[in-house]
Each structure stands twice: as structure tokens, then as C-alpha cells.
């Protein structure tokens, strides 16, 4: 055989076993090594927006009045310019599973008004085909906690007593109003309190383009007349260190109520998570309730 005629036939092979080790190593290490990098950048914009959407809360729950507000999710990442696969992901909205607030109002002609449990809810994001790591996000209680599996642990805190609850001083708060005749009796308590619920029909959201986690504010208000009694319950099954912090809010109020002279013997702790107030049927006690109903949606 002419040595002529083995030499291309040899470099065509060298040519062909590069070539087929290009390809392996692209597709065993290039193509992984950028499509995890891809879905890391896509996790990080899910956090940011369930960061955004956390202060969202805060903001509607603090001004108490009418809005509207979203914050877009990327449901889906892990695509690049070479491979544009992408994995996918599923927006859900949650009731906690106990409400976490009680009010009963007794007026001066014993009649007994309770305001049923005040609710909260969590929502949440949980990969589908991830190419780097089965890392999700739940908000829960006011603060973000990075998910994997059953595992999870704060975001922004180095562990769960490092939690602030920031969330509870704006879930509930009262103020007075002094009585004209004689200021250092009050008149008139204004109670703040609000609801988060799911959006009625609209709770889940999945596949791998953009979603959206939607918040509806709604302010209303209730008003009840020549008020003897107010008790305020706070729910003793919720997360140990939320219920701390939300008594903390409750007692805080329910003190700087008491300083009114028309207040019967100041704050009566019924239990560890239970306080009341009565009240002198002179002057005339007026109960404002203003009640913020927070609906959180996905679409």
C-alpha cells in the first residue's frame, strides 16, 4: 500500500477522534457547567423577587388602604445561547395552618361580637428539573426561608432565633382618642389589625416562563358602640417565636391603652397569650375597627 494513501486516511481519524473528544467534553462538562451557572443566575432572581414581594406585604399591611402590587417570577432557567432547554417551576399560595388572632367585643347591652381567627398565608417556589440544585423558597410568618427537599432554613437570618418577625408590628396596633371633656379618659380606640388570605381561584402557577405573585389590599372598617369589654387572643400552636413577638405587639398596645382613666383596673393577662380590657360606660366607648384584607395570588 502506497504510504501516499494511508496519510490522509490516518489524519482524517486524528481529525474525527478530536473531533469526538470536543464534543464529549463539551457535552460532559461545558454544557452542564453553563447551564448550572444559568439556573443559579435564575434562582438568585427568584429570591430577589420573593424579597420584593415579602416588603410588599410589609408596605400593604403598614398603610393599610387600598392597593395593588406584583412582582414577576421566573419560573423556569438553566438556558443559554447553545442550549435553550430550560427547567420549570411551580408558584403556590398557601393558608397557614392556624389563624393567628382572636378579638371578642362585649358592649354595654352584653352582646358578644367575635371576630374569628385573623389569618395568614405563605407562598412559595419549588423547582421542577433543576440543572444545578433542588433549591426552593417559602415565605412564611414574614420572613423567607431557602428550601430543599423537607429541609429549610432562613435566608437572611444564621439561624431561626436570629428571626425578628418585623412583620407583627404591622399586623396589629391600637391608638385613642381622648374624651373632649376630660382628656385623660379616651373616647374612642381605633384597632388595627389585618388578613392575608389566597386569592380566591387563583393559587398556583407553573411552567417555565415568567409568573407573577399578585397582592390586592383592601382597607374596611367596622364600628361598635358604648364598648365595655375587649379581649384580644393570640393563637398559643403558632411558631414560638412569632407568637413572642406578636404578644410583645399586643401587650405594647394594650398598655398604652390602659393609661386612659376610663380603663377598669388596666390590662387583665387571662393567659400567657390572652389580654383583656373594660371599660367605664362613662363616657360612651367607641370601637373603630379598621381591618386591612391582604388576598396574595399566582398567575
Known amino acids: 500500500m502506497s504510504e501516499d494513501g ?114 395568614l398565608s405563605n407562598y412559595s417556589y419549588e423547582p421542577v428539573n433543576n440543572f444545578w440544585q433542588d433549591q426552593g423558597y417559602v415565605w412564611s410568618y414574614g420572613y423567607v426561608n431557602v428550601t430543599k427537599g423537607t429541609l429549610e432554613t432562613p435566608l437572611q437570618s444564621t439561624n431561626m432565633t436570629d428571626i425578628d418577625y418585623g412583620l407583627t408590628g404591622a399586623l396589629f396596633s391600637m391608638e385613642t382618642v381622648p374624651w373632649p371633656e376630660y382628656p385623660t379618659q379616651c373616647s374612642q380606640i381605633n384597632v388595627y389589625s389585618v388578613n392575608i388570605t389566597p386569592a380566591a381561584g387563583r393559587t398556583v402557577a407553573s411552567g417555565n416562563g415568567n409568573g407573577l405573585l399578585v397582592l390586592n389590599s383592601t382597607a374596611m372598617s367596622q364600628q361598635f358602640t358604648n364598648v365595655t369589654s375587649l379581649t384580644i387572643s393570640i393563637n398559643p400552636y403558632l411558631p414560638e417565636g412569632f407568637q413572642s413577638a406578636l404578644m410583645n405587639e399586643v401587650n405594647q398596645s394594650a398598655n398604652d391603652v390602659s393609661a386612659c382613666g376610663n380603663v377598669l383596673g388596666g390590662v387583665t393577662y387571662i393567659s400567657n397569650t390572652e389580654v383583656q380590657l373594660e371599660f367605664n360606660t362613662i363616657p360612651n366607648m367607641t370601637l373603630n375597627r379598621q381591618i386591612t384584607d391582604i388576598s396574595l395570588g399566582a398567575e
Open 6 to 119: 494511508v496519510a490522509p486516511v490516518v489524519a482524517a481519524m486524528l481529525i474525527l477522534a478530536i473531533g469526538v473528544t470536543f464534543f464529549a467534553a463539551w457535552n460532559a462538562y461545558y454544557v452542564p457547567s453553563m447551564k448550572a451557572q444559568s439556573e443559579i443566575t435564575h434562582l438568585r432572581d427568584v429570591e430577589t423577587g420573593f424579597l420584593r414581594f415579602s416588603s410588599d406585604i410589609g408596605t400593604a399591611a403598614s398603610l393599610q388602604r387600598n392597593m395593588h402590587l406584583s412582582e414577576p417570577i421566573p419560573l423556569g432557567g438553566g438556558e443559554f445561547t447553545f442550549d435553550s432547554v430550560k427547567s420549570g417551576g411551580l408558584l403556590r399560595i398557601q393558608n397557614e395552618t392556624y389563624g393567628y388572632m382572636r378579638i371578642t367585643i362585649v358592649n354595654g347591652t352584653s352582646a358578644l361580637t367575635t371576630i374569628n381567627f385573623l389569618h
